[in-house]
């Protein structure tokens, strides 16, 4: 089933693509980012989203990221907020500071709890679920006189092919979509996924349950075996077989590199041929590697158009 293109499409043909970075720890750091922000943005992706840390450990962080590429780029911020760590009137203060910032796009989660913390350490308060922080966000918008463009990315929402690690069962990833979506989320992003059937077929079954915003797969290119069993523990994912074994047996770092780069990039035109509305790449604050992504699988970038 063809995902609905509505909110996402740009330029007339393009293939719309996002990409996701995180804070910088320190100041070299920082300095990397901008530059390989600057890469991204030249590429023309929608939006670039920047995560928020566990229990708000990178909020001030975060911010400066998003004011850097609200102010030195053409593209749209989106700022990640989750439900974990904050209160109602914590959340409502970091939403009106993105929104000074200018930032008035964001990405609602739940979140998950800090490292070494269980569900019971962490206080959730009144924001026990994305759809109570969807809420939240377009009231405080509708306070400050933001408008909502039909049809724009202002709040996206988290969704899981293969289901959330608290899921009680197939139905209940669908169930909470639906609730986001009736709370006012505009966008999904899906967790990363590794096999473009298990996004398709997720697809088509929150289609039949009445789910009518753009559903975006997540695609990590995957360069380690150690990355990978990292992004396996933490997402709950199958392992992608034919990945594990092409970056196992890869001779060396540049030949890990090329396999996961061919894997992410024969994904995605697998999803796109299969009707996906665009996709998200997880950047790791790199951007040589997403963008390789993009060339492989021959989706146009704004650089590839202006060299013509």
């Known amino acids: 089933m063809t995902d609905s293109p509505s909110i996402l499409t740009g330029r007339p043909g393009a293939v719309p693509f996002s990409f996701e970075v995180y804070p910088p720890r320190t100041p070299d750091a920082a300095a990397a980012l901008h530059e390989s922000v600057q890469h991204l943005a030249d590429a023309g992706p929608r939006f670039i989203s920047v995560t928020f840390g566990a229990g708000g450990s990178t909020g001030g962080r975060s911010l400066e990221l998003l004011r850097y590429i609200r102010e030195s780029t053409d593209v749209e911020p989106l700022a990640h907020l989750t439900c974990v760590g904050h209160t109602t009137a914590r959340a409502e203060a970091l939403v009106r500071e993105f929104l000074d910032a200018g930032v ?39 306070e400050r006189g933001v408008i909502e463009v039909p049809g724009a990315p202002d709040i996206a929402v988290a969704a899981f092919p293969n289901g959330h690690p608290r899921s009680r069962n197939a139905r209940h990833d669908i169930d909470a979509l639906l609730e986001k979506q009736a709370a006012g989320a505009t966008l999904a992003i899906t967790q990363v996924v590794f096999r473009a059937d298990d996004h398709l077929a997720f697809v088509e079954r929150a289609r039949r349950a009445g789910v009518h915003i753009p559903i975006v797969p997540g695609i990590m290119p995957v360069t380690s075996p150690a990355r990978l069993r990292r992004v396996l523990e933490l997402t709950g994912e199958r392992e992608p077989t034919d990945l594990a074994l092409d970056l196992e047996l890869a001779p060396d770092a540049h030949a890990r590199r090329e396999a996961g780069i061919a894997h992410a990039a024969r994904l995605a035109r697998e999803l796109l041929a299969g009707g996906a509305s665009g996709i998200h790449l997880y950047a790791f604050n790199v951007h040589d590697t997403v963008l390789a992504v993009l060339r492989e699988a021959g989706i146009p970038t704004h650089e590839k158009e202006t060299a013509r």
């Open 104 to 142: 008035d796009r964001f990405l609602a989660l739940r979140g998950d709890p800090p490292a070494g913390l269980g569900e019971d350490d962490v206080f959730l308060g009144d924001l026990a679920r994305a759809a109570d922080l969807v809420r939240l966000i377009r009231r405080v918008r509708a």
